[in-house]
């Protein structure tokens, strides 16, 4: 069983900086791939981004590419998400989420271990 607890959420005006972090319990941090998703009032909970293992491989959504970056250091058990130039429609309840690398998929479906998620609101 591996527990996720997030922080680092908060307030921010447009183009302002947040870093999320994700720390983990449990001895098969290592094997598991992470990933961040988002879920803002009356919409579906979308996939943000995720990191693989090592950290040497990431994935990002289109809608925030080039300002967020995703990494992980398994020394530590924990996985942070550095978000810049935030924007009015980054404003949602971010969640951490893990499975078992050889789930090979990262989708809110897929994800066998979630956190109780942290609230990031951007004002315009």
């Known amino acids: 069983q591996v527990q996720l607890v997030e922080s680092g959420g908060g307030s921010v005006q447009a183009g302002g900086s947040l870093r999320l972090s994700c720390a983990a319990s449990?001895?098969?941090?290592?094997?598991?791939?992470v990933g961040w998703f988002r879920q803002a009032p009356g919409m579906e909970r979308e996939f943000v981004a995720a990191?693989?293992?090592?950290?040497?491989?990431?994935a990002y959504a289109d809608s925030v590419k080039g300002r967020f970056i995703i990494s992980r250091d398994n020394r530590k058990n924990t996985v942070s998400l550095q978000m810049n130039n935030l924007k009015p429609e980054d404003t949602a309840v971010y969640y951490c989420?893990?499975?078992?690398?050889?789930?090979?998929?990262?989708?809110?479906?897929?994800?066998?271990?979630w956190g109780r998620g942290t609230l990031v609101t951007v004002s315009s």
């Open positions: 449990g001895s098969t941090f290592s094997s598991l791939t």
């Open positions: 989420a893990a499975n078992h690398f050889s789930k090979r998929s990262v989708t809110a479906q897929s994800m066998d271990f």
């Open positions: 990191v693989y293992l090592s950290g040497a491989a990431s």
